[in-house]
Structures are given as structure tokens and as C-alpha cells.
């Protein structure tokens, strides 16, 4: 059984830094493409990045040059290190997995969902 576990969300103030983590279990990451997406309040799931299974990375322009995706296969995690955040990055974060060979940016086109953790940036 695929699970995800996000973590490392919480409360910083604009310009701060976070690092989220997404531990999978039930499969082999280093198979699949990871991604990153997020939802604020009253808004849709959104994408922010995802990594490759041979470790080609993708941004939302919004967190281009601001946020890093990383991995260790070895321990089946995903990271994503935020780097001077701002009141809109505020949202739930979520890693997911999707097992196809080439990865997208489509919310739909990933299989598994963790249940997120909370970022929030005030200003």
C-alpha cells in the first residue's frame, strides 16, 4: 500500500526559509516522478514542482529560483527547500507519486496524495 507523510510545514514571516520533507512507503520513489502541489483557502490544488526518476526538476514560475525539489531514493523522500517565502506561498502542501515515465504538471496525471502539511508566511 503506497503512503505518503509530508512534514516540515509551519509559521514563518516573509523572506523566511522552510523545508518540507514526504517520506514514502509501499513503493519504490526512486521508480515513480514526485511532485509537489499546493492549495490555499478558497483556491484550487496547484502545481509547484516535481523530480523525475532521473532526477530532471520542474518549477511553477511562481517558486522559480526560490524553491529546490530533491531526493534520496535511498530512503524513498521528497524534499522541497522554500527559500524567501511570502504571504502567498501560505497553503497546504502536498507530495504526490505517479508511476508514469515522463511527469506533468496535471494534478490528475498523479496516483497517490499525502494529506499535506501547512505553510503559512506572514508578512
Known amino acids: 500500500q503506497v503512503q505518503l507523510l509530508e512534514s516540515g510545514g509551519g509559521s514563518v514571516h516573509s523572506g523566511g526559509s522552510l523545508r518540507l520533507s514526504c517520506a514514502g512507503s509501499g513503493f519504490t520513489s526512486g521508480d515513480y516522478c514526485m511532485g509537489w502541489f499546493r492549495q490555499a483557502p478558497g483556491k484550487e490544488r496547484e502545481f509547484v514542482s516535481f523530480?523525475?526518476?532521473?532526477?530532471?526538476?520542474a518549477y511553477a514560475d511562481s517558486v522559480k529560483g526560490r524553491f529546490t525539489v530533491s531526493r534520496e531514493t535511498a530512503n524513498n523522500t521528497l524534499f522541497l527547500q522554500m527559500n524567501n517565502l511570502k504571504p502567498e506561498d501560505t497553503a497546504m502542501y502536498y507530495c504526490a507519486a505517479d508511476a508514469r515515465y515522463f511527469c506533468g504538471n496535471r494534478r490528475d496525471l498523479y496516483d497517490y496524495w499525502g494529506q499535506g502539511t501547512q505553510v503559512t508566511v506572514s508578512s
Open positions: 523530480i523525475s526518476r532521473v532526477g530532471r526538476a
